[in-house]
């Protein structure tokens, strides 16, 4: 028997092995990128409710600072703020704006706080920023 024909007999059946170990690698790998995809839309579904949340809070911060000043001879008084307000439009449907007012007088000057708290999304998805507006 010549060298080549042993080692053609020797190497027979090392495709099969090959073929497999290839085969687990590269499932290993679709996994990886599987996993990966689901936490990167998570993280942007997390973001995105974030900043829905940003935005219910500040425009919260808006209405109840157009309710504290009304139009002129209205009264500017705290009691005029709504304590919660629930958003409908796109871009905001789903989302509430918790409002508090407080009122401080400083030498003769009536100082006002006011604090929007904006919630959107379910618990797991959720998210709530808040926003503090000060006027006199």
């Known amino acids: 028997m010549n060298s080549t024909q ?16 290839v085969i687990v690698v590269l499932s290993f790998l679709l ?36 309710q504290l000043f009304p139009p002129p001879n209205g009264k500017t008084v705290c009691t005029a703020v709504a304590a919660t307000h629930t958003f409908s439009e796109p871009g905001l449907a789903g989302c509430s704006a918790e409002l508090k007012c407080d009122e401080n007088l400083v030498d003769g000057t009536l100082y006002f706080t006011v604090t929007s708290t904006g919630r959107c999304g ?6 709530e920023r808040t926003v503090v507006i000060g006027a006199h």
């Open 6 to 21: 042993f080692n053609a007999h020797r190497d027979r059946g090392f495709g099969l092995p090959m073929a497999l170990f």
């Open 122 to 127: 379910a618990a797991a998805d959720g998210a």
């Open 31 to 66: 996994l990886s990128l599987t996993q990966l995809e689901e936490s990167t839309a998570e993280g942007f579904s997390i973001s995105l409710q974030s900043t829905r949340a940003f935005y219910a809070a500040e425009s919260g911060a808006e209405i109840a600072m157009h």
